[in-house]
């Protein structure tokens, strides 16, 4: 029997910023933190709020698990309710996964957030 992996601990603050909801993603981004976005995302698109900023400044990883939560919920944003989502915060390696994983293009990446509320409001 193998011993039990502990859950890596996360968090999702959701904010207001300019109008727009912004999803600020701490720590480790695996399946559990991709299903509380899914759960965050599905309630502010039922209120109509189709533009969106994910920051992900203060994300150690991003596990495949997570990829795939995030590539879900960006179709769900763009492609079901044609909407707009700009990611900041990324660096390189994070950029180059979600690139691969087809997020892009169809979220905008920004260099920063006010470049991503720019994004989004367009």
Do not use: W
Request: net charge negative; proline share 7%.
């Amino acid at each position: 029997m193998s011993p039990q992996v502990p859950a890596q601990p996360f968090s999702i603050d959701l904010r207001h910023e300019e109008g727009v909801p912004v999803l600020e993603m701490h720590g480790y981004f695996g399946q559990d933190a991709a299903a509380r976005v899914q759960e965050i995302v599905t309630g502010l698109l039922a209120k109509g709020q189709i533009r969106m900023v994910f920051d992900f400044t203060p994300c150690k990883l991003i596990n495949s698990p997570g990829v795939v939560g995030i590539m879900k919920v960006t179709m769900q944003i763009v492609e079901d309710f044609q909407g707009d989502l700009a990611i900041t915060g990324l660096d390189n390696l994070k950029f180059t996964v979600l690139d691969m994983a087809g997020v892009f293009p169809m979220a905008q990446r920004a260099t920063s957030r006010p470049e991503a509320f720019q994004l989004v409001k367009k």
